[in-house]
């Protein structure tokens, strides 16, 4: 089923305990983009990029099967970079640089073919920029899944809330839902965002797994035990792209499905830590992808029954 992916799509500059990158191919965007594909085919593609972007990336994301109709190519301007430091835990790190430059007035154009598409995927954007997106599409998607950050928390929070009324699937960390919330038991939390207007909420706790609610109903992904982990940046949008690329392959929106899609979008983040930006996500193989979900599966089954 169609599948419309906005957020950013830029270059990222990184360092962790395991070493450094000059400027890379990063954004939100791009991750889910890349992510997405294996699951569905085309994804379609909102985003905007400076001059100094290189056409051969626009071409790889071409290649996967991400339609870049809607990636306005500003030629006088520059590419989104962020840099950051990871510390020794992984868990944490800091900004070194920020530029917006594009992204600073980013109008997001909806093109006329990507109109009726059924899964729309908001990248996390200014709540103002993902509102235009939902209100440029002439029908409503059967879903519309929703990443965001405690900076939107903290300097549009009104903004916020009047998005996050109208998607059905919010996507958020933990410390994000407790924010937001006010509250600190992620139970608790969970209940207020969803009277928000989400009818789903994923909080995502790193290296512990993710949670997904629907009402009363709690499901616990685990996060994959892993050898190797040597670049966090991306993992929250790459499990996104899984996430809602697996829906929008299987069409079926059931909580028994969603369970699946977290299952699906966490397998495919294990995957994107090991390496450092997008490297580990361009040579997956489906094999690949399908024992690891296996992975998973095999890492929470267990029987109550005792043996005799």
């Not at 992916?5 to 990063?26: M, W």
């Not at 699951?39 to 870049?68: C, H, S, W, Y």
């Not at 300097?155 to 009047?162: D, P, R, Y």
Request: hydrophobic content about 45%.
């Amino acid at each position: 089923m169609s599948l419309l992916v906005v957020g950013s799509v830029a270059f990222d500059a990184l360092e962790t305990p395991f070493g450094k990158t000059d400027k890379i191919i990063g954004g939100a965007a791009t991750y889910i983009s890349i992510c997405s594909s294996y699951f569905t085919k085309p994804v379609n593609l909102v985003a905007v990029v400076g001059g100094d972007f290189p056409k051969e990336d626009i071409k790889m994301l071409q290649e996967r099967g991400v339609n870049t109709d809607g990636l306005q190519i500003k030629e006088d301007e520059k590419s989104f970079f962020w840099s950051g430091r990871y510390f020794n835990d992984m868990n944490s790190r800091e900004t070194l640089v920020t530029e917006l430059n594009v992204l600073g007035t980013f109008d997001p154009i909806v093109p006329e073919s990507y109109q009726n598409c059924e899964y729309l995927m908001l990248g996390n954007l200014a709540p103002q920029v993902q509102k235009t997106v939902i209100e440029r599409l002439t029908k409503r998607p059967k879903l519309i899944v929703m990443d965001t950050m405690n900076f939107w928390m903290d300097i549009a929070h009104a903004e916020l809330l009047e998005t996050i009324a109208m998607v059905d699937v919010l996507s958020i960390n933990d410390e994000e839902a407790r924010q937001l919330s006010g509250e600190y038991s992620l139970v608790k939390a969970a209940k207020k965002i969803m009277a928000m207007g989400p009818k789903f909420l994923i909080i995502k706790k790193g290296e512990h797994g993710a949670l997904l609610f629907h009402g009363e109903k709690v499901f616990f992904a685990p996060a994959l035990p892993l050898e190797d982990v040597f670049d966090p940046t991306g993992a929250g949008d790459t499990f996104a792209g899984g996430f809602i690329g697996y829906l929008a392959s299987t069409d079926d929106i059931s909580f028994e499905n969603m369970k699946r899609a977290v299952i699906h979008g966490s397998a495919m983040a294990s995957f994107c830590v090991e390496k450092f930006g997008t490297e580990r996500m361009l040579d997956l193989e489906g094999e690949e992808v399908e024992a690891r979900v296996q992975q998973f599966v095999e890492l929470v089954n267990f029987s109550v029954e005792a043996a005799v």
